[in-house]
């Protein structure tokens, strides 16, 4: 029996996770739910699981929920004291974006292994997670597909890490020279078949319909532009202690495999299933056992008939090699990344710039950025909030939109063709 | 630095098992040789090689060359003595049909592990392998790329076995009830593409074309009839101690995926590589390491391109079914069924019989087999023998071939049907 601990409840994974749990009650406690401001779901969740402890962002609605909180028996304490519960088993870190990262630090700091569906945590402090999490022996646990996947395929693989620092974080023996690649596939998002001059026209209500997995709109937005994918670089770089160059991105349009591992003899391992968030959740809160749940559905390889593999091509990707220079740059360079790309999304979704924006905004937000090499969770917190401001600027200031400007220049770019 | 003892060298899998010694002189000593009836190939292999040992079928023939031997240092010894001898760590068993079975018991009751490519063997003695691995601990090494694939995906998945007597013989902890299914791929052999009618027309000649692995005669045939796969999902069933039930066949023509298996919480891993025997055998050598080997091809799935998959039509696939249920009956069965099926390829690569002949005979030689339950190695050589003696028999007798008086029975049903 363990028990949970669950920050972002109320989100697209959180309300997955609740899932898994209540599939498997002979396995699964919640001890507490933790949200932001979607205090009737939590208060629905609360009366479901009946949680002993309970956390919001939004404190003042839950303090107006004081008497229906009481009655499920759930106290009210914060985030912070939630990730460190003396009798919690495992913190899943279901929230999204940087606001995360405090109470998962917190967890690690106290020996709590860390369910790990937020990546930009991972992406923005990846050296101060892994610092904590060496300290106290706390592991990280993937929970998104396609780190979960590569975790699947690096189960009983042994070797030497080929770098001593690049250890694993996910409780495994170093396998560094065994592995020679790790393949992160991508669906290539929303956008993958239009003409690439009609990107700029992208809607945000375009954006959030992915071809195959059904996600909170954020993530959707970065399966579109493959920052997603850029991110997940830098996350599998420290959950497995491989060097950047040895992480690659393989265009694969149908979500069955969802990542694959290339060992140095030349055998390849690839992990594929139907696309179902519950799963990659399961297995990390199972982990090392596998455990059948009772609605699950099976892949029919027969039935899917095909699968189909490609390069990406990186001039409709440009936030891919952003997010793999950023990571290969080190240093608070990730946070920029990540915080730059939330501010531009965001600022995307509000339509005050186009989809092609996000990727020059976000390079504008690194042109800019005076990075520190060993940064604390204050430089960490810093870099995002700067990168913000830029992209913030830029977008506001923009009396016509960065796409606009660029493709003022490209048309000079087409004249100055033309006239050659 | 590992000591190996070959038996088969001369063979496809023998021969390429040198080449992988070759390519990491570091890691492997070639100890010993056996070989059949081509003692010039098995020369050469005694000058690049140096083994202190070596064996021949054909005795009379390696007399001959004594002088030669003794000039490279090697002693001639029994196939026997050579698969006992002290100082060797693994013995790769690479001959083809049941002749292989008796040097494979002998080093398993030595305690020596056996790298296995002869699947007749554990196909016609599961039981007897099982019984005297397990008394002295030593382990079966898939080196088949079915079986070896399974073995790959299955490291470091733990669990229970289902049933304490199917416990795995590969050396992995056991782990059924994290098991689903295992699924071994088939390419569907050369005629996978030819209307069903024209396949009684099919020569010996045609048989030996295909489409993705070069292998040894015998192989390939079975790789047509599809009896490879039925062997190799009885040769699974006591690698690794899975029931019949959830063992599958799944139709992928490229090769590329090499068998997946299905967990019980919805997930699947898949082995994949290019078609390249010497993969798997390399990876029975240096288990449960990895090791580049220099000349080595890795597989770039965006240059495949695709990778498919269906579901075997069973009635182009009889060998198939009568695989499964001399399987799921036991006993001596499945010695029976090997036995038949050796002889009925040779009949049909003698121009004896016609291609669509082999299953006939061989479902003859399994209804008139006596099993025995619990059998011995002197059991499994006659049942071996007897089912061999059923299909000569058939075969020669048939004044008219076995598939004319077929073809006489299917033109009186199809006259029935007609009448109907």
């Known amino acids: 029996m363990k028990s ?16 898994v749990a209540a599939a498997l009650p002979e396995r699964f406690e919640v001890l507490g739910l933790a949200a932001g401001r979607q205090i009737d779901l939590l208060l629905d969740q609360v009366r479901r699981f009946r949680p002993r402890y309970v956390a919001a962002a939004d404190e003042a609605a839950l303090a107006a929920r004081a008497d229906a909180l009481r009655t499920c028996g759930a106290r009210v304490i914060s985030a912070r004291e939630l990730s460190t519960l003396p009798e919690a088993d495992v913190v899943v870190a279901a929230t999204v974006g ?22 930009e945590a991972i992406v923005a402090a990846g050296p101060l997670l892994a610092r904590v999490a060496r300290r106290t022996g706390a592991r990280l646990l993937p929970v998104d597909s396609e780190p979960s996947a590569i975790w699947q395929c690096l189960q009983g693989e042994v070797g030497t890490p080929d770098e001593p620092h690049l250890a694993t974080l996910v409780g495994l023996a170093p396998s560094g020279r065994a592995v020679a690649r790790l393949i992160l596939t991508a669906s290539g998002g929303a956008f993958r078949d239009w003409p690439q001059g009609h990107l700029s026209r992208v809607r945000p209500a375009d954006a959030l319909r992915h071809p195959t997995w059904r996600m909170g709109p954020k993530i959707t937005v970065d399966a579109a532009t493959m920052m997603n994918k850029g991110l997940e670089i830098i996350e599998a770089h420290w959950l497995f202690g491989v060097p950047y160059e040895r992480i690659e991105v393989l265009l694969h349009r149908e979500s069955i495999v969802h990542s694959l591992v290339a060992f140095v003899d030349g055998s390849m391992k690839a992990q594929c299933s139907l696309p179902d968030m519950r799963l990659p959740i399961q297995y990390a809160l199972t982990f090392p056992e596998r455990v059948a749940r009772p609605s699950v559905a099976h892949l029919d390889l027969a039935a899917v008939g095909a699968l189909s593999f490609g390069h990406v091509p990186p001039e409709r990707y440009p936030c891919l090699s952003l997010a793999r220079e950023a990571g290969q740059h080190g240093g608070t360079y990730p946070a920029a990344l990540s915080g730059a790309n939330e501010e531009a999304v965001a600022c995307f979704m509000a339509g005050q710039v186009a989809f092609t924006d996000v990727a020059p905004l976000v390079a504008a937000a690194l042109d800019r950025h005076a990075p520190v090499w060993e940064p604390e969770i204050d430089d960490i917190r810093q870099a995002d909030e700067l990168a913000r401001a830029v992209v913030r600027e830029r977008a506001a200031a923009a009396a016509q939109p960065v796409s606009a400007v660029r493709a003022g220049a490209e048309r000079s770019d087409a004249g100055a063709a033309g006239s050659a």
């Open 98 to 119: 940087h606001a995360g990262l405090e109470p998962i630090v917190a967890a690690l700091a106290a020996g709590k292994d860390v369910a790990l569906a937020n990546k």
């Open 4 to 19: 949970l601990v669950i920050l972002g409840s109320t989100g697209s994974i959180g309300q997955q996770t609740l899932d």
